[in-house]
Antibody
């Protein structure tokens, strides 16, 4: 079955850019119909939808984060990525990549999550 | 995008039922039948328990059920078991290809 794995630095300095990659295994990212999604969870807090990307490159972002987010997809590597610029301590969270079946929040497949800390 | 409102906690004894609410607006919960519920155990990724308000993915016990009335969706766990102790999150489609989550409810099995 499809599995997702996040990778990237666990520590980012304030004002710099957070960069994460999600590698998809067990299936092709080109398999249309799925929306490749990023979600984060601040320590001890709830889930926050960040945005998603279709394999064609179409993106949809959380309006509260728009302007700081860039998502991209690399179909040749079966990966999709998140960049969040101008990070502050408030961006410290566990970041999950996930697969949405419908763009409407039907998320059956999740990565294990990776903690990113924004600190000097 | 405002988070959906969930009670911070809920509890019940083994075998009892517990119901968790998820309140939004006519622009999200009330406007679409795209409410999902996720279960999250400590240190683990969330797991989909209910989608499209009432549907259960394969493998989810039928003790878990969902419903919706107006702007409020609900998750009911019947016949509570020790392994049901977890955090539960609702989510809803809110149009414009965006999704919003609830703040989460910690369910304790007494």
């Amino acid at each position: 079955q499809v599995q997702l794995q996040e990778s990237g630095p666990g520590l980012v300095k304030p004002s710099q850019t957070l960069s994460l990659t999600c590698t998809v295994s067990g299936g092709s990212i080109n398999n249309g119909g799925y929306y490749w999604t990023w979600i984060r969870q601040h320590p001890g807090k709830g889930l926050e939808w960040i945005g998603n990307i279709f394999y064609t490159g179409s993106t949809y972002y959380n309006p509260s984060l728009k302007g700081r987010i860039t998502m991209s997809v690399d179909t040749s590597k079966n990966q999709f990525s998140l960049k969040l610029n101008s990070v502050t301590a408030a961006d410290t969270a566990v970041y999950y990549c996930a697969r949405d079946n419908t763009i409407r929040g039907l998320i059956m497949v999740w990565g294990q999550g990776t903690l990113v800390t924004a600190s000097s | 995008q405002s988070a959906l409102t969930q009670p911070p906690s809920a509890s019940g004894s083994p075998g009892q039922s517990v119901t968790i609410s998820c309140t939004g607006t006519s622009s999200d919960v009330g406007g679409y039948n795209d409410v999902s519920w996720y279960q999250q155990h400590p240190g683990k990724a969330p797991k989909l328990m209910i989608y499209e308000v009432t549907r259960r993915p394969s493998g989810v016990p039928d003790r878990f059920s969902g419903s919706k009335s107006g702007n409020t969706a609900s998750l009911t766990v019947s016949g509570l078991q020790a392994e049901d102790e977890a955090d539960y999150y609702c989510s809803s489609y809110e149009g414009s290809n965006t999704v919003v989550f609830g703040g989460g409810t910690k369910v304790t099995v007494l």
